[in-house]
């Protein structure tokens, strides 16, 4: 008892000495401080960190020591964070005297249909998807579950991702998107007859075409029996869907789930490469009905940051080449392009529309919408996202209700934002939305884009435009 007098006794002059005393500490804590970093030689001195930091870069510096630190592979979650050519230096062009703005209370048709082709279209009230995220090796149930819901709410799809597929998903998504990976789970014949659409995943944008390997400590919960793997089994994404894999193999595949899902459109999905023209030859080869293009800038759960910054083309690039390579080939109405990576806001959105795309994968934005609020659960010890990855530590703490209000809200207030964008362009209908909407204040991206430069007058782009015109009508 006495002991516990003295210190509190102790604790209570401490904080009096504290109180009274605590500027003159500060002060001097800031005069040694002070001291040390403007009298200690540069090679003892900790101001050597920013010249360090600024030559190497803080990412750098810091993935190196993980490098150091396990000696494998990194796996770098939430995709590249390298400066990518995007789409800020194209703005739309407004309607005002030339051309008049809609009223604001005029309804604005943004319904597409992808695979108008195919036996069964998908049909969607929105030209926004939910990427593939997968359930287990990315994205915890809950999580899954919530943004099925919102899909079906907002009446749009959610693509499955190369995870394992829930049966109260696909009944919550109302359409969905079954990703055909090339892996040994989600095949089954009853699964791909209740998919809206089968998605072949050749590559993606951060991972490119490579696989990789899961072991049973990085998945599990209910994930591991969705996906039919054993106790000690690593889950395993391969490199090729066949093997010594032809060409001829695909054509054949692709014919074969056909047949199997009774029409639904037969998509196909791959990382934008330099051959991105080579490769959707290929695919048209196929009979694909919907071709999906993943960017540069595209993240995925975890990737080998060699993989997500020094492969592939960016997003802007990529929709402008594969837009104009369907064209070419007379395919652009008869096979949809889906694009995405790195596409965040609704005028990001709208602008990839404009540039030929028929429909936008979302993946980081919604996630984070999904997330909203909750987290900030894990802060300020963990990152946001251990309250949606399969294996993040607050998981658990995932509200499903919740996720599925912000999910719908994040696409009614993007859809509404994309509305007022057309009417300003004095258009009534996605379908009306075109490159020649856009102008761009960059002359080398109004050139690789086909639109206007800013700086030069109207009539003369007019011009330049019609010769352009006849040039090519004369080629053809």
């Not at 390298?82 to 789409?87: F, G």
Request: glycine share 10%.
């Amino acid at each position: 008892m006495v002991m516990i007098l003295i210190i509190v006794s102790l604790l209570f002059l401490l904080s009096i000495l504290l109180l009274v005393g605590w500027r003159w500490l500060i002060k001097r804590m800031v005069k040694q401080v002070g001291k040390i970093i403007f009298t200690d030689s540069y090679q003892e001195n900790i101001i050597e960190m920013i010249p360090g930091f600024k030559h190497m870069g803080l990412q750098n510096s810091l993935e190196n020591n993980l490098r150091a630190e396990s000696g494998d592979v990194l796996h770098r979650p939430l995709g590249s964070s390298k400066k990518w050519p995007h789409l800020d230096t194209l703005t739309f062009i407004p309607a005002q005297v030339a051309t008049f703005p809609i009223d604001g209370e005029e309804e604005v048709d943004v319904k597409v249909i992808i695979g108008p082709n195919a036996k069964k279209p998908l049909e969607l009230d929105i030209p926004l998807i939910v990427s593939g995220m997968a359930y287990g090796i990315a994205l915890g149930e809950q999580v899954r579950l919530a943004l099925a819901e919102a899909a079906e709410k907002s009446g749009t799809a959610i693509n499955s991702g190369e995870g394992g597929v829930m049966p109260e998903e696909i009944k919550a998504a109302g359409k969905y998107i079954l990703q055909f990976s090339k892996t040994d789970w989600s095949k089954e014949e009853a699964l791909l007859k209740q998919a809206d659409m089968i998605e072949i995943k050749f590559g993606q944008g951060a991972l490119a075409g490579m696989g990789g390997k899961i072991s049973p400590e990085n998945l599990t919960g209910r994930a591991r029996s969705v996906m039919g793997l054993k106790e000690n089994e690593e889950a395993v994404i391969y490199e090729h869907f066949f093997t010594n894999q032809t060409t001829n193999d695909l054509k054949e595949m692709v014919k074969e789930l056909r047949r199997l899902t009774g029409g639904v459109p037969i998509g196909a999905k791959l990382g934008a490469g330099g051959k991105l023209e080579e490769d959707i030859d290929q695919l048209i080869d196929m009979g694909v009905d919907v071709i999906a293009v993943d960017g540069g800038q595209a993240a995925t759960h975890g990737a080998p940051p060699i993989l997500a910054d020094d492969f592939g083309i960016p997003t802007l690039h990529a929709v402008i080449r594969a837009s104009n390579h369907l064209k070419k080939r007379k395919m652009k109405g008869k096979i949809s392009l889906i694009v995405s990576g790195g596409l965040f806001t609704p005028g990001e959105f709208l602008k990839v529309l404009a540039l030929g795309a028929d429909a936008v994968y979302i993946g980081s934005a919604i996630l984070f919408s999904v997330a909203h609020s909750q987290s900030l659960k894990p802060l300020p010890f963990e990152p946001p996202t251990q309250v949606v990855w399969n294996e993040g530590k607050f998981n658990n703490q995932f509200e499903r209700e919740k996720g599925i209000e912000s999910a719908t809200k994040f696409f009614s207030a993007s859809m509404e934002e994309m509305k007022v964008g057309i009417r300003a362009l004095g258009k009534r209908s996605l379908k009306e939305l075109s490159k020649t909407d856009l102008i761009s204040y960059d002359e080398l991206t109004s050139k690789m884009a086909g639109v206007p430069f800013s700086f030069k007058p109207w009539e003369s782009q007019q011009k330049q435009a019609a010769k352009e015109g006849q040039n090519d009508a004369g080629n053809a």
